[in-house]
């Protein structure tokens, strides 16, 4: 069964002076428990896509569905509940709150889904992309800020997650080697998927 479902998505960014087309028409499967990484050159789609299937953007025009639920139409609120029940994010730019401390950032979506204290005290050590147990975990380049060894690390949680916990992964990635050690790689130019 398709855990997430693109039709037909389109995303263009409007200014006065240029319109960008950011994703082209893109249709996509990922079933549940796949691991499965986006490839292409920088401004290519990647991270807009992400933002699509995570539900932190907005398509142009076509349909996401998640856990075959069509997301079209859900109010701010509606998606933010949503969300953080079936999305976990790991960002290369961490996104962190910088006036919170590393255990409150860490508790945020704990906080949302009004988890005890005790209880988040006790989960704090625990990864803030994995904590709420998502069904999806996207993650934005996990590993391009590390050093070889750091990122082999990361690598393996991401594939033990997959494994031995079934989480569907979707991963942008430059890198090839971690690529081919996914289930499927995507591959984007201008938009477009070109595989």
């Not at 920088?42 to 025009?61: A, F, H, Q, R, V």
């Not at 690598?155 to 992964?169: A, D, G, S």
Request: hydrophobic share 40%; with cysteine; charged share 25%.
């Amino acid at each position: 069964m398709s855990i997430i479902t693109l039709k037909g998505i389109n995303k263009v960014y409007r200014t006065k002076e240029i319109e960008t087309l950011a994703l082209e028409n893109v249709n996509m499967d990922v079933e549940k428990g796949e691991f499965l990484s986006v490839m292409g050159p920088s401004g290519c789609g990647k991270s807009t896509l992400l933002n699509m299937i995570g539900l932190l953007d907005e398509p142009t025009s076509g349909t996401v569905m998640l856990n075959g639920i069509n997301t079209d139409g859900m109010r701010d609120r509606e998606l933010a509940v949503f969300r953080n029940k079936m999305i976990g994010f790991i960002f290369q730019s961490f996104h962190l709150i910088n006036s919170l401390n590393v255990m409150d950032n860490v508790e945020i979506p704990l906080i949302y889904r009004r988890v005890p204290a005790a209880e988040r005290k006790q989960r704090v050590a625990i990864a803030r992309a994995i904590v709420c147990n998502p069904e999806i975990i996207l993650a934005d380049e996990p590993t391009g800020n590390l050093d070889s060894k750091m990122g082999g690390e990361i690598m393996e949680i991401l594939h033990k997650l997959n494994k031995e916990e079934r989480r569907t992964i979707v991963m942008v990635t430059h890198n090839e080697e971690q690529a081919k050690q996914t289930s499927r790689t995507l591959r984007f130019f201008d938009g477009r998927q070109i595989q």
